[in-house]
C-alpha cells in the first residue's frame, strides 16, 4: 500500500492492525488542519480582546456567524471525498477530475446564499433584537468576511475533502500550519497600524481572515495543480450536471446535520446564559476543552469516510467495514484517554483559563471542574458520533443519519437537558447531561447504522 493506504495491491484485504495504521496516518494532518484552524479562532479572540469588550463582542460574533455559514455549506463538499475515493476504490482515477472541477462549481454556486447572508447581517441581528450598536458593528465585520466566503469553500471545504482522498493530505498539514503565524502577524499589523500595515481597529482582523483564507486557498490549488503526481487527478475536465446533483444528493444531509449540531450547542449556550454570568463562563471553559479534544475524533471520522469509500468502490465489503469499526475504535480510545484526563486532573485544566486562587472565581471553577466531569461522558459518545458518522458517508449514507440527528439533538438531547435544568434544578449540570444524552444516542444509532448496513453489503457479496 502506498504512504496513504489507498492503493490496492494483489495481496489480501489489509489487516486490523494495517487498517489502524492507515486510518491513524491519514487523520493525523487532518487533525493538526482542524487545530490550526482552532487556533486562528483563538488568536483572533485575544488580538481583538486587547481593543476591549465592545470590538471582542462584534467580532466574535461576527467571526461565529461566519463559520456558521460556511462550516454549514462545506458540509455539502463533503460528498466530494466520498466520489473521488469510490471512483479511485473502482480504480476508475479518470473520473477524479470530473468530481473535482465539478466541486470547484458548486463551491461557487454555495457562496452565493453564504454571501447573501453576511451581507444581510445588521439587519438578521436587528430582527432578534440585538442591541443597534452591536448589530451595527457585526454587520460590519461580517461584510468584510463574505469576501472569504468562496475562499472558505475551495480552500477549506472543497480541499479538506478533496486531498486526502487521493493521498495528499499532508498538504493540508503544512499550509495550515504556516497559516496560523501569518494570520496572527497579520492580525496584529491591521488592528494596531504595526509593520507598515494600515490601522484598522477590530475589522483589521476582519481583513487580516479574509486575506489569510485566501493565501490558504491559493497555496493549496498551487500545491495541487503544480505537482506531477497530484496533477493527473485536476486535468482539465467539464462539470457534469448529473455529477453535480449526485454531490448534492450525498452533501445536502450532512450539510443539515452540522446545522443541526451547532444549533443545537448554541441553543444551550443561550439557556446557560440564563442561569448566570458565572454558569455561562464555566460552559464555555468546559465546552473550548471538549471542542479542542473533539478535532482528533473528528479528523478520524474524515479518514473513514474517505476509506470505507475506498474499499466499498473497491469491491471490498469486508475492507470496507473493518475499516469502519478500526476507525470506530481508534476515535473511542483516543476519547476515553482524554476524558480520563478530564476526571483525574480537572482542577488544573480549568487553571489554565482561571486563577484558581481569585476567592471571585471559586463558584465558576468548581462548576466547571464538574461539568469536565460530564464531558468525560460527552467525549466518548462525541467521538463516536462523529466517527459513525464518517463511516455512513463512506457508503454514501447520509440522509438517515440526518434524521437520526435532528431525533438525537432535538427529540432526545435538548428536551432532556432542559428538564434536567428547570425541572430537576441541576442547572448548567442537566444541560450538559442533556448533550450527552442526544450525542449518546446519535452515537449508538450511527454504529448500529453502519454494522447494518456493511454487514448486508458484505452478505450480498
Not at 41 to 51: K, Q
Not at 84 to 107: C, E, F, K, M, N
Not at 173 to 189: D, E, F, P, Q, R
Not at 245 to 269: D, H, K, M, N, R
Request: positive net charge; aromatic residues 8%.
Amino acid at each position: 500500500m502506498s504512504h496513504s493506504g489507498l492503493t490496492r495491491t494483489a495481496t489480501a484485504p489489509p489487516s486490523l492492525s494495517r487498517h489502524a495504521a492507515d486510518t491513524a496516518r491519514l487523520a493525523a494532518p487532518l487533525a493538526i488542519a482542524q487545530l490550526s484552524q482552532m487556533a486562528m479562532s483563538v488568536t483572533d479572540t485575544v488580538l481583538l480582546g486587547a481593543l476591549g469588550p465592545d470590538a471582542l463582542a462584534a467580532g466574535g460574533l461576527g467571526a461565529s456567524l461566519f463559520f456558521v455559514v460556511v462550516t454549514v455549506l462545506q458540509g455539502v463538499l463533503s460528498s466530494v471525498s466520498v466520489s473521488v475515493a469510490h471512483a479511485r476504490g473502482a480504480q476508475a482515477d479518470d473520473r477524479v477530475p470530473h468530481i473535482y472541477w465539478t466541486g470547484v462549481l458548486l463551491s461557487v454556486l454555495l457562496a452565493v446564499p453564504a454571501i447573501a447572508v453576511l451581507s444581510f447581517a445588521e439587519p438578521l441581528l436587528l430582527l432578534f433584537h440585538e442591541p443597534p450598536t452591536l448589530a451595527h458593528n457585526v454587520g460590519e465585520y461580517a461584510a468584510v468576511l463574505r469576501f472569504a466566503a468562496l475562499g472558505s469553500l475551495i480552500g477549506v471545504g472543497l480541499m479538506r475533502a478533496f486531498l486526502p482522498a487521493i493521498g495528499a493530505a499532508k498538504r493540508l498539514l503544512w499550509v495550515s500550519i504556516a497559516t496560523v503565524g501569518i494570520n496572527a502577524v497579520l492580525n496584529y499589523g491591521l488592528i494596531h497600524g504595526a509593520f507598515g500595515l494600515p490601522r484598522l481597529g477590530f475589522l483589521g482582523s476582519a481583513v487580516a481572515t479574509t486575506i489569510t483564507i485566501w493565501l490558504t486557498t491559493l497555496a493549496l490549488v498551487w500545491l495541487l495543480h503544480g505537482r506531477r503526481r497530484f496533477r493527473h487527478f485536476v486535468t482539465a475536465a467539464r462539470p457534469k450536471l448529473p455529477l453535480m446533483g449526485e454531490l448534492l444528493g450525498i452533501g445536502w444531509p450532512v450539510a443539515i446535520t452540522y446545522g443541526v449540531e451547532s444549533t443545537l450547542f448554541l441553543a444551550t449556550g443561550l439557556t446557560i446564559g440564563v442561569l448566570g454570568e458565572a454558569a455561562l463562563a464555566a460552559h464555555q471553559i468546559a465546552l473550548n476543552v471538549a471542542a479542542t479534544a473533539f478535532m482528533v475524533p473528528l479528523a478520524i471520522g474524515q479518514a473513514a469516510n474517505v476509506r470505507v469509500g475506498y474499499w466499498v468502490g473497491a469491491g471490498e465489503p469486508v475492507a470496507a467495514r473493518h475499516a469502519g469499526f478500526v476507525a470506530l475504535g481508534l476515535g473511542v480510545a483516543f476519547m476515553s484517554m482524554s476524558g480520563l484526563a478530564m476526571t483525574i486532573a480537572p482542577h488544573a485544566i480549568v487553571g489554565l483559563y482561571l486563577n484558581l486562587d481569585d476567592p471571585a472565581n471559586a463558584g465558576t471553577v468548581s462548576l466547571a471542574a464538574s461539568l469536565l466531569g460530564i464531558a468525560a461522558v460527552f467525549q466518548i459518545v462525541d467521538g463516536m458520533q462523529a466517527v459513525g458518522s464518517g463511516c455512513l458517508r463512506g457508503l454514501k449514507d447520509t440522509r438517515v443519519p440526518m434524521v437520526a440527528a435532528i431525533v438525537g439533538y432535538w427529540g432526545i438531547g435538548f428536551p432532556t437537558g432542559y428538564w434536567l435544568a428547570f425541572h430537576v434544578g441541576w442547572g448548567a449540570r442537566g444541560l450538559w447531561w442533556g448533550l450527552a444524552a442526544g450525542l449518546a444516542s446519535v452515537a449508538l444509532l450511527m454504529a448500529w447504522r453502519f454494522h447494518r448496513k456493511s454487514a448486508s453489503l458484505v452478505t450480498a457479496a
